[in-house]
């Protein structure tokens, strides 16, 4: 089946340490993009790539860090430099101009 | 820049009454508008948008919408609800040809038995 595929559904990360979060999808799509989402917060945009080789910042991309090698692909690396990565981070995709579908997220935790 | 505002946080209701969920934004452009759906622990659902035509939209689960261009809203109705569709809701709208969404706040809507 088609769809969005993040991994892992729930990470642990220690003080000071870099861990990266997995996005892949089959559905062709141009577009990707990462949210965080706090409670009472809705959904806030980190980074998005309209194309391969290409992405920009989003509202909060300070502490984050993306690539997009390849279409279907578009790890997030959550640096040591975020201060407060406890969250549900959601991965997205869409064709130009089109609604975006998501990815079922990852709860990431500091230990 | 797009914003979005969901006035209720939160709405109860119980089993087989109607709801409505309220959603405002604010654009200096045209957009399209759209209503996603997340249940516990998961990703976001799209239930309806609004990219033209018809103000009236119909989505999935027997939800619809109405855009007001005049008032700025886009509020999301359900005639009789069901225990299933507790959930958190939320609203988002993007500018005529760009891909980014701008969400609301969301809305947790909970069926009561």
């Known amino acids: 089946d088609g769809g969005i595929t993040q991994s892992p559904k729930y990470l642990f990360r220690k003080e000071g340490q870099n861990v990266t979060l997995s996005c892949e999808q089959n559905l062709n799509h141009d577009a990707m993009y990462w949210y965080r989402q706090d409670p009472g917060q809705g959904l806030r945009l980190i980074y998005y790539s309209q194309i391969v080789n290409d992405f920009q910042k989003g509202d909060i991309a300070e502490g984050y860090s993306v690539s997009r090698e390849k279409k279907e692909s578009f790890p997030l690396t959550v640096t040591s430099a975020q201060k407060n990565p406890t969250a549900f981070y959601l991965c997205a995709s869409s064709p130009s101009n089109q609604p975006q579908h998501f990815g079922d997220g990852t709860r990431l935790s500091i230990l | ?113």
Do not use: M
């Open chain 2, 1 to 113: 820049a797009q914003s979005v505002t969901q006035l209720d946080s939160q709405v109860p209701v119980f089993e087989e009454a109607p709801v409505e969920l309220r959603c405002n934004y604010s654009s200096s452009v045209s957009v399209y508008l759209f209503w996603y759906v997340q249940y516990p622990n998961q990703g976001l659902q799209l239930l309806l948008k609004y990219l033209s035509g018809s103000t009236l939209v119909k989505g999935i689960n027997g939800f619809e919408a109405e855009f007001n261009k005049s008032q700025t809203s886009f509020h999301l109705r359900k005639p009789s609800v069901h225990i299933s569709d507790t959930a958190e809701y939320f609203c988002a709208v993007s500018r005529i040809g760009a891909n980014n969404l701008f969400f609301g706040t969301g809305t947790r809507l909970t069926v009561i038995p």
